[in-house]
């Protein structure tokens, strides 16, 4: 698996027909047999770099057929590096998560736990972000 996780690593820019074909076929073996604890490091493959983003959408799937707990834990655990190679990737994925009403409320619950834990201001930026976006799902409900 450690190999598998370094070719993809090693192709996620995308830059040549050959590394795209290199990185859907390495996440294409992962996907054949998936492991919760390498999801941390399937995360941090994520890079804002990459010029194939349709084809980094297929992480994002494969990453959101985790069990929900495992994913949103695995996710929160590495956002403060992940915001600094792929800020708009989290973005994204922060956004598919609260857009989801059980992914939300899993995904507010593990980010209050997470900094409490290790206080962290994007953890607090994250939260927030998710209580402003429940609060105007009320207030649309109640329109």
């Not at 290199?22 to 493959?45: C, G, Q, R, S, V």
């Not at 409490?116 to 009320?138: A, D, G």
Request: with cysteine.
């Amino acid at each position: 698996m450690s190999n598998l996780l370094k070719t993809l690593k090693e192709n996620r820019l995308m830059k040549t027909p050959e590394e795209v074909i290199t990185f859907e076929e390495t996440l294409e073996n992962i996907a054949e047999d998936p492991h919760y604890e390498y999801l941390k490091d399937l995360h941090l493959i994520l890079d804002d770099n990459c010029e194939q983003a349709d084809i980094m959408f297929g992480l994002v799937h494969f990453l959101e057929s985790f069990e929900l707990q495992k994913q949103i834990e695995a996710f929160i655990a590495v956002i403060p590096q992940l915001m600094i190679t792929a800020p708009e990737w989290t973005k994204i994925i922060h956004y598919r998560i609260i857009n989801d009403e059980l992914a939300c409320k899993n995904y507010q619950e593990n980010l209050e736990l997470a900094n409490e834990k290790t206080p962290h201001f994007l953890y607090q930026l994250l939260n927030e972000s998710v209580k402003n976006h429940i609060k105007s799902k009320k207030i649309l409900a109640i329109s």
